[in-house]
């Protein structure tokens, strides 16, 4: 479903604007990117968003995740996930990715009565969802931040344990507490980091091979 007032984004265009906000919002408060990342105060003390949690109107229907209101500037997340750490962090940071990527295209071409955008959880959602939750995915999980922590890992543990093990791992010890194991298997598949507990490393099946032919020619002498 396409809203033809919004351009297609390519992956790195939306990567960029999410490190984009991540370096102006860090680049006040000492410049070192820091996990997890505060999307709350990102979204409260740094763009001037109110956050409202709410089941009222929409949002009484728990497939309406979150909200945004351009004009009262008001970020709006149903009630239901309050508890629910990282659909929470989730929910704010991809009605983030609407600010960057859509507010500018949604005020100039307003529709009458049209006040913001409304997330709805759904198998058929228009172009600007996904955008938006691959910007909440790159702001929650930043790539040089995510890489640095999976390289911290053995190699063997990612191998033996596989992608679920490798995101619980990252979630717990590597500093993304506000990220739901779900999102995080997610990403890691985006950046190519998921492991396959039964796939070992090419470097290891070469010699491998080579090592019973061998052993098969001995025998035989």
């Known amino acids: 479903m396409t809203d033809q007032r919004y351009p297609e984004l390519t992956d790195d265009a939306i990567e960029r604007a999410s490190n984009k906000l991540l ?12 996990l997890p990342v505060p999307v709350e105060r990102i979204a409260e003390k740094f763009l001037g968003y109110r956050i409202e949690l709410t089941d009222q109107g929409l949002f009484a229907d728990p497939a309406f995740l979150g909200g945004v209101d351009f004009q009262t500037e008001t970020i709006f997340v149903n009630a239901s996930v309050e508890n629910h750490d990282g659909r929470y962090a989730f929910t704010i ?34 172009m600007i969802e996904y955008q938006a939750d691959r910007f909440a995915a790159a702001l929650l999980m930043p790539s040089e931040a995510l890489k640095t922590s999976a390289r911290k890992l053995s190699r063997k543990f990612r191998a033996k344990h596989g992608t679920n093990a490798l995101a619980a791992r990252l979630i717990t010890e590597g500093g993304f507490s506000n990220v739901s194991r779900e999102a995080m298997r997610y990403r890691l598949r985006e950046l190519k980091l998921s ?3 039964l796939m070992l490393p090419r470097v290891l099946l070469i010699p491998s091979l080579l090592l019973y032919r061998l052993f098969r020619y001995l025998s035989r002498r």
Not at 23 to 34: D, K, M, Q
């Open 93 to 126: 940071a991809h009605e983030l990715g609407h600010h960057v990527l859509h507010r500018m295209q949604f005020l100039s071409y307003q529709s009458e009565g049209e006040e913001g955008i409304m997330c709805r959880s759904s198998t058929k959602r228009p």
């Open 195 to 197: 492991a396959n507990p």
């Open 23 to 34: 370096h102006e919002f860090f680049a006040t408060c000492g410049g070192e990117i820091t």
